[in-house]
């Protein structure tokens, strides 16, 4: 029997696999210190600051510090401002506040980001298909409330959103993908198929509680042949998604 037959629900990973940063991380951060006048930061090495920064912070403060119940912006200005020291800049406090004013209004907003083409006609697809769809993503709360409905991917897109700023859960937590089935309805994993960009993220958490689960290879990652060998289905975009779940070659 094919597998889109028995389908009640697709959960969709986001950044990667429905919308993508425009340039890098670095490029904006730069940019907020210019606005304000300063001299304009090595671009690298704030974005290699800022990778070393949100790292140490995800490790002691998971889910965005969620646990530690620290408002999501003290968590965002300890982040932005140990990428600028990490990288070799240090502003005093008035400065610093102007600088980190620019960058927290701009990563809540839909500035940075754009969506695939193929996103929202996938999306819609699959809504049109009976299926119920949800978000499962590592993000923090603005992603559900702000950034997504304004860069048109609202309520008429999906079902359901599951962000690990929200829930206090982060992937590859094998929990998270629970709270999607609840949400879902409480729906069995088999009747389920997650979209991801990520093998230890999304695959590997997903299978591992009895999803089906596919991998998304949109920026041709050296990374992808290895998940292949390791007995992944992986696919260049959702248009290539919807084709093989019409396709019924997917059974079980």
């Avoid at 425009?22 to 907020?32: F, H, N, S, T, V």
């Avoid at 406090?93 to 083409?117: D, M």
């Avoid at 079902?159 to 993908?177: A, L, M, N, Q, T």
């Avoid at 992986?234 to 093989?244: G, Y």
Wanted: charged share 25%; with cysteine.
């Amino acid at each position: 029997m094919s597998l889109l037959s028995k389908l009640r629900c697709i959960t969709v990973d986001v950044t990667g696999t429905l919308i993508a940063y425009k340039g890098e991380l670095g490029d904006y951060y730069c940019m907020a210190a210019k606005a304000i006048g300063l001299p304009c930061p090595d671009y690298k090495r704030v974005h290699e600051g800022f990778k070393l920064a949100y790292t140490d912070m995800a490790q002691k403060y998971p889910c965005f510090g969620f646990s530690a119940k620290m408002p999501n912006i003290v968590w965002w200005k300890t982040c932005v401002r140990d990428s600028f020291v990490k990288a070799g800049y240090e502003y005093d406090e008035e400065t610093f506040e102007k600088v980190f004013r620019r960058i927290y209004s701009t990563f809540g907003s839909a500035a940075p980001y754009s969506v695939f083409q193929d996103s929202r006609p996938f999306l819609r697809w699959a809504r049109n298909k009976g299926l119920i769809v949800g978000l499962v993503s590592n993000a923090e709360y603005r992603y559900q409330e702000v950034i997504l409905p304004a860069l048109g991917l609202n309520k008429e897109e999906w079902d359901f959103g599951v962000f690990s700023g929200i829930e206090g859960v982060e992937k590859p937590d094998p929990r998270i993908y629970r709270i999607a089935l609840e949400r879902a309805g409480n729906i069995p994993p088999e009747e389920v198929l997650h979209i991801g960009d990520s093998m230890r993220k999304d695959y590997v958490p997903a299978k591992s509680i009895g999803m089906h689960a596919l991998l998304l290879d949109r920026f041709q990652t050296e990374a992808a042949k290895d998940w292949r060998e390791a007995g992944a289905i992986v696919l260049p975009d959702l248009v290539a998604v919807q084709e093989l779940l019409e396709s019924d070659k997917l059974k079980f």
